[in-house]
């Protein structure tokens, strides 16, 4: 019994030590809490602007895929179109009827091959 009551009173000084750093990592742990608490709102925040930032980025660039894209098919017309008129490039004597859409000869009155 008396070995116990000296080994008790040597180890009295150990357990307050331990029980005082026990205290201290309560301290931190609450102050780490508050830390945390406090950078949610900016956490929060961040990631807001983060997720804003990533739509635009996103708007931005289906909005210039848009755009290759019509220019693209533009291009690929006016091809077409620049093919369509070589095919169809006028003859000497031929001018362009708005109307019709096409080039055409001039009634030339001059002509007066018909007579004879």
Not at 9 to 27: C, S, T
Not at 35 to 56: D, M, P, S
Not at 75 to 94: C, F, H, I, V, Y
């Amino acid at each position: 019994k008396r070995q116990l009551e000296e080994e008790g009173r040597r180890l009295v000084p150990v357990v307050k030590h331990l029980l005082r750093q026990d205290g201290e990592e309560e301290e931190f742990c609450e102050r780490f809490e508050e830390r945390l608490r406090i950078l949610e709102v900016f956490v929060e925040t961040a990631k807001k602007a983060r997720n804003e930032k990533i739509e635009e980025e996103t708007k931005i660039r289906k909005q210039r895929e848009a755009e290759a894209l019509q220019k693209e098919i533009e291009a690929e017309r006016q091809r077409s179109l620049e093919l369509t008129m070589k095919n169809n490039a006028p003859e000497p004597g031929m001018v362009w009827n708005k109307l019709a859409g096409e080039y055409q000869f001039i009634n030339d009155h001059t002509d007066e091959d018909w007579r004879n």
